[in-house]
C-alpha cells in the first residue's frame, strides 16, 4: 500500500506518540498493579477505582482535566512550564500523556492478574533458602509475570493508538505535532473527497489495533497457561 | 392485568407518544456559531406556541457530511456557501428553499484582559506578537472560520509565517475555548463569537476585503419530514428572527430575495 509522504509521518507521529505513552505508563502501572495484588492499605478501594476511572469516564472529560491541569494555565502545567519548561498542551508530548493515562487502567489489569497468578509458594520457597526479598522479586515475581506484563503493555499500546477524545481535547489537532491517526482520519472526514486517505489511514488503525491485540492475547494465554485465564 | 404489567404498557405508551410529539419538532443542524442566537431564535419561536425545535449544533462541515450520510435533518444553517452547495449537489436541498440570509465578520481575538490593538492590514506583525504562542483556529482545511481565516491571512500575506503555528480546532468554538482559557494568545474566529465570549476580547477586525463575503445560507431539506420545518425555516429568515440575530452581533444579508 503507497502512503504519501504526509501519511507516512502521521503514521510515524503515531507510533511515536503511543510508544513514549506505553514506556511511561508501563512501569506506573506495574507498581499499582503490584500495590492493588498484594498490599493491603486503607483506602485500596478508592485507589483501585480511581486507576480505573479512565476507563470508564468520557474520554472528553478526561481531556478537559488535563487541559485545565496540564495546560500553561493549570497549577501541574504552569508548575512544569515554570520550573522546567516543560510545554505539555499542543505538543506530542501532551498527547503521549493523554495515551499514557487512558491506557493505563487496561494495563493495571492485565499486570494484577498476572501478578495474582503467581504461585506465592515458589516466592516462599526462594525466602526459606535464604533469597532477600529484593532477589525473591527479580529472579521469581518478576519473570513469572512478565508475559502478564508485557501483555498489558501491547493491550495499552493498543488503546494509546487509537485515543482520540482527550487528546482533541487537550492538545487539539496541529499537523505533525499532535495530529495522531485517528485525529487525521476524523479531520480528513470533512473534507470532500477524502475518502483515499481515510481508507488508508484506516486500514493501517486496523492492521496495527489487531496485531496489538493478537500478540497481547498471545501473551496472556502464555501467562496463564492452564490457569485458563484471559485479559480481554 | 398485574400491576407490573399495566406499569409497563402505561410506560412504553407514555414513551412512543412522546416519541411522536418530538417526531413533529423540526431538526436543525446548524453551524457551531449560531449557538446562541438560534437558540434565540428557537425559543421565540417555541413562545409562539409551537414546537420547539430540536438544534444540533457542530462544524458546518461535519452537518453536511451527516446530511450526506443520510441524517434525518429537517433544516441546515452552513457557514458557508461551498457546504450548502456539497448538500446541493447531491440533490438533498428542497428546490427554492435556499436563502443566504445572515452575514458575519471575521476578527482576531485575545484572552481578556490585555490592552494591545492590531491593524488588521497586508504584512501585520502577527508572527511578531505569536511568539512562540499558537494562534487558534477551526481547522483551516475544512470548517468555514478556518477556511476564511486562512484565505484571509494568505491575502494579507502572513499565512507563511504564521502557519506552524496554527492549532486546528475540529470547530469554530473549540478554537475560541483555547483562546478564553489563555492557552493561544490569539485566535481567529467570527465577531459573534467574540460577543458572545466575555473571556476574549477584539484585538483587530479582517477586513472583509481579505475573504469571501461571510455568509450563512439556511436550507430546507428535501427530506424533511416535520410539518413545522417551513415556518421555522420562513420565522428563521424574518424580519422578526433576522432581529433576534442582529442583537448576537450578525449581520442581516440581502443577496437574494425572499
Wanted: hydrophobic share 50%.
Amino acid at each position: 500500500m503507497l502512503l504519501t509522504p504526509e501519511e507516512w509521518g502521521i503514521v510515524r507521529l503515531s507510533l511515536k506518540v503511543t510508544i513514549v505513552a506505553v514506556a511511561l505508563a508501563t512501569p506506573v502501572a506495574f507498581g499499582l498493579a503490584y500495590l492493588l495484588a498484594r498490599a493491603r492499605f486503607p483506602g485500596k478501594v478508592l485507589v483501585d477505582a480511581l486507576v480505573h476511572l479512565p476507563l470508564v469516564l468520557p474520554p472528553v472529560v478526561t481531556g478537559w482535566l488535563l487541559l485545565i491541569g496540564f495546560g500553561v494555565k493549570g497549577p501541574i502545567g504552569g508548575l512544569l512550564h515554570d520550573w522546567f519548561g516543560l510545554t505539555l498542551i499542543f505538543r506530542w508530548t501532551g498527547a503521549a500523556l493523554a495515551a499514557a493515562i487512558m491506557a493505563l487502567p487496561l494495563m493495571v489489569r492485565a499486570m494484577r492478574l498476572s501478578i495474582e497468578a503467581v504461585d506465592r509458594r515458589l516466592e516462599g520457597a526462594a525466602r526459606t533458602l535464604g533469597a532477600s526479598r529484593r532477589r525473591v522479586f527479580f529472579t521469581i515475581t518478576v519473570p513469572l509475570a512478565l508475559p502478564g506484563v508485557l501483555a498489558g503493555a501491547v493491550l495499552g499500546f493498543a488503546r494509546s493508538i487509537g485515543e482520540f477524545g482527550a487528546t482533541i481535547t487537550f492538545v487539539s489537532n496541529i499537523p505533525e505535532e499532535t495530529e495522531t491517526l485517528p485525529i487525521a482520519i476524523y479531520a480528513a472526514l470533512q473534507v470532500p473527497g477524502s475518502e483515499g486517505i481515510v481508507t488508508r489511514l484506516a486500514i493501517i488503525s486496523v492492521v496495527l489495533s489487531l496485531g496489538a491485540l493478537v500478540s497481547s492475547e498471545i501473551l496472556s494465554r502464555r501467562a496463564g497457561a492452564g490457569r485458563g485465564q484471559h485479559v480481554l | 392485568m398485574r400491576p407490573i404489567v399495566r406499569l409497563a404498557l402505561s410506560l412504553i405508551i407514555a414513551v412512543s407518544a412522546q416519541s411522536a410529539a418530538l417526531a413533529k419538532a423540526p431538526l436543525v443542524f446548524a453551524a457551531a456559531s449560531l449557538q446562541e442566537s438560534l437558540n434565540a431564535v428557537a425559543d421565540a419561536w417555541a413562545a409562539k406556541h409551537h414546537d420547539r425545535p430540536t438544534i444540533s449544533f457542530a462544524a458546518s462541515s461535519s452537518l453536511a457530511k451527516q446530511i450526506d450520510a443520510g441524517a434525518p435533518a429537517d433544516i441546515f444553517i452552513s457557514a458557508d456557501e461551498p457546504w450548502m452547495d456539497d448538500v446541493q449537489k447531491n440533490g438533498l436541498v428542497a428546490p427554492g428553499t435556499r436563502v443566504s440570509f445572515l452575514a458575519n465578520t471575521l476578527v482576531l481575538v485575545a484572552p481578556a484582559g490585555g490592552t494591545d490593538k492590531m491593524v488588521i492590514k497586508p504584512g501585520f506583525p502577527l508572527a511578531k506578537a505569536l511568539g512562540d504562542g499558537k494562534l487558534a483556529m477551526a481547522d483551516p482545511d475544512s470548517v468555514p472560520a478556518g477556511k476564511y481565516g486562512k484565505a484571509a491571512l494568505t491575502a494579507l500575506g502572513v499565512w507563511p509565517q504564521v502557519q506552524g503555528q496554527v492549532v486546528r480546532g475540529d470547530s469554530v468554538r473549540a478554537a475560541l475555548a483555547f483562546v478564553e482559557r489563555g492557552e493561544a494568545p490569539y485566535g481567529i474566529v467570527y465577531a459573534t463569537d467574540a460577543f458572545a465570549s466575555k473571556k476574549v476580547r477584539i484585538v483587530g477586525v479582517f477586513p472583509s476585503s481579505s475573504h469571501a463575503p461571510i455568509t450563512y445560507p439556511i436550507a430546507r431539506l428535501s427530506a424533511a419530514s416535520s410539518p413545522d420545518a417551513e415556518g421555522f425555516r420562513l420565522f428563521v429568515i424574518s424580519k422578526e428572527g433576522r432581529a433576534i440575530f442582529r442583537k448576537f452581533g450578525f449581520l442581516a444579508h440581502f443577496p437574494n430575495a425572499i
